[in-house]
């Protein structure tokens, strides 16, 4: 037992030590001025294309001569973002849509506009989001070309009605509001889920190749739909929200930082995010060096 | 501590067990994966592990190519054979045989070596020939041992088996990950202690029926069949060792 005890003691002062250091709370609130000279925290998901947006974004800021440090691939939403309330992420890129939805699972926002003036309101105080990329990657339903004609595709409520639908998704899409219950509510489509969890990945792909589905949910932005010869479905009721990139900031990025994140945005658009991802998975590219040859390519360097 | 709690709460809500998804049918899936698992590594493993036992070769290579096997990474041999064949259930089959088949082989070699080399030669003198002496001696007495390795393939399995659902297939994995993904703990955890149940029934099962066999004449068990008693504690001290 006492040993117990003292494990537990030590535990607890572990994490009140390791919280402490993380968001140093007294030092961020009054004294914005005297950490102008400390680097700004990059954070990525654990997604190679975010990777690549978040590598743009540093060394945008560093051939400005703005010191960041990175830290990339982190989990999912759920874990990043109360880093980034607790001050000890200062710029992450973001999709405007599920970022929204994170916060209010209601949202009535159903275009980019209403969505970055939903965030302005909801988003925690110290926080907020810069001008959105023309850029999106979403979550989007796709069939192969051969299935589409076969069945007249092109938007998603065409699937109604089909019977025995399958979809490859990762399991957390059965809780999402665009998932089985968003495609019956809106669309009248049945669809039962097989879990791939590779999130769109080569699994996914060849599950929907090969026929074991008919239905993926596979990123918009990613270069396979282009390889395989897939076929987006439309969504004209928007029931996956859109999913701009736009990066997520702290009070610690002055104007001369955001107006530098601003440029990057303003020329990242769908085909640019395309072709980097494509880099990244065809030529199996590293993020960094994918970035630098955009940004000089971009003028942006 | 309140997530234990909030996941015995979920356990408890009547929601968490029905249904087409709901943990009866996951936990029934998830049984039957073990089973077929077990099946196919015993149907592998089981024959090799005994002729290696018997003729007293090849273990060498048996040890090389289980240790082996027993270190391959199951998600990363998981996500290779899927890429091959597809989703559904070949993959993760596959995955759990070159998992558990190294303990099944292990404890079949082991509980062949395990019987007295006098009470063989006896049974030679009898004029039992090879066959006879394998299934009349040497499995009946080595038989404690073959179990043992098929009741640590089984828990093995069991508490893999929860990949599956990583790649289309079905299990108390899908509840897993889907509380992992979404942070829903409760679900997490919860799916946790539905698999922890599994494996002690399925251990406890397997307990009962050894000491069961143990009552039956003429199959040894520890302490009933002295003149092995000394080797099978040896041979078990290397397996464990293993």
Redo the contacts between chains.
């Keep these: 037992m006492k040993t117990t005890g003292l494990l537990v003691t030590g535990t607890i002062a572990a994490l009140a030590l390791s919280s402490c250091g993380g968001g140093d709370p007294l030092a961020d609130g009054d004294d914005a001025e005297a950490e102008q000279g400390e680097a700004l925290v990059i954070g990525s998901q654990q997604y190679y294309s975010n990777t690549i947006i978040a590598e743009l974004y540093a060394q945008a800021l560093e051939a400005e001569g703005i010191e960041v440090e990175r830290e990339f691939d982190i989990g999912?939403r759920?874990?990043y973002v109360s880093e980034i309330e607790s001050g000890a992420i200062d710029i992450f890129p973001e999709y405007a849509g599920n970022f929204l939805q994170y916060y209010d699972e209601e949202a009535e926002a159903a275009t980019l506009e209403e969505i970055t003036a939903a965030l302005e309101e909801t988003l925690p105080e110290g926080l907020r989001v810069l001008e959105p990329a023309e850029a999106t990657d979403q979550d989007s339903f796709v069939v192969t070309a051969e299935f589409a004609e076969e069945n007249d595709l092109t938007e998603i409520s065409d699937l109604a009605g089909i019977e025995d639908l399958r979809i490859?998704a990762?399991?957390?899409f059965?809780?999402r509001p665009y998932g089985p219950e968003g495609l019956q509510d809106v669309y009248g489509v049945e669809i039962s889920v097989?879990?791939?969890?590779?999130s769109g990945g080569?699994?996914t792909v060849?599950?929907l190749v090969?026929g074991?589905?008919e239905v993926a949910d596979i990123y918009s932005a990613d270069p396979n739909i282009e390889t395989e010869n897939l076929v987006v479905l439309e969504d004209p009721e928007e029931l996956v929200l859109p999913q701009n990139v736009l990066p997520v900031v702290s009070e610690r990025v002055d104007e001369a930082a955001a107006a530098v994140l601003d440029e990057v945005n303003a020329a990242l658009t769908s085909e640019e995010l395309i072709s980097l991802n494509t880099q990244s998975v065809d030529e199996q590219a590293d993020a960094s060096d994918v970035a630098a040859d955009w940004l000089s390519e971009q003028g942006l360097d | 501590m309140s997530n234990i709690l909030e996941a015995l709460n979920w356990l408890l809500t009547a929601d968490a067990w029905t249904g087409p998804g709901g943990l009866w049918v996951r936990s029934l899936e998830h049984l039957a994966y073990t089973l077929i698992a077990l099946g196919i590594s015993a149907v592998i493993a089981l024959p090799l592990g005994l002729a290696i036992g018997h003729t007293r070769k090849g273990r060498g290579i048996a040890i090389v190519a289980t240790g082996a096997a027993r270190a391959l990474p199951t998600l990363g041999l998981l996500?290779l054979v899927?890429?091959v064949t597809?989703?559904?259930l070949t993959a993760p089959m596959v995955a759990l045989v070159v998992l558990a088949a190294p303990s099944v082989l292990a404890g079949a070699y082991a509980g062949v070596e395990s019987v007295n080399q006098a009470t063989v030669d006896a049974a030679r003198a009898q004029g039992m020939n090879g066959w006879q002496v394998l299934t009349r001696v040497e499995i009946p007495l080595g038989l404690p041992l073959i179990l043992s390795g098929l009741r640590l393939a089984a828990l093995q399995i069991i508490a893999t088996a929860t990949l599956a659902?990583?790649?289309?297939a079905g299990g108390l994995g899908?509840q897993l990950?889907?509380g992992l993904?979404?942070?829903d703990y409760s679900v997490m955890l919860g799916a946790s202690l539905v698999v922890i149940l599994l494996a002690i029934l399925v251990d406890t099962a397997f307990g009962l029926t050894q000491r069961l066999l143990r009552r039956v004449p003429g199959l040894a068990g520890p302490g009933k069949a002295p003149s092995t008693g000394t080797r099978s504690r040896r041979v078990r001290a290397n397996m464990t060792a293993n």
């Design positions: 999912q759920e874990v490859a990762n399991s957390e059965e809780t097989v879990t791939v969890q590779d080569p699994l060849d599950a090969s074991d589905v | 996500t899927a890429l597809g989703i559904g659902a990583y790649v289309g899908r990950f889907l993904q979404t942070y």
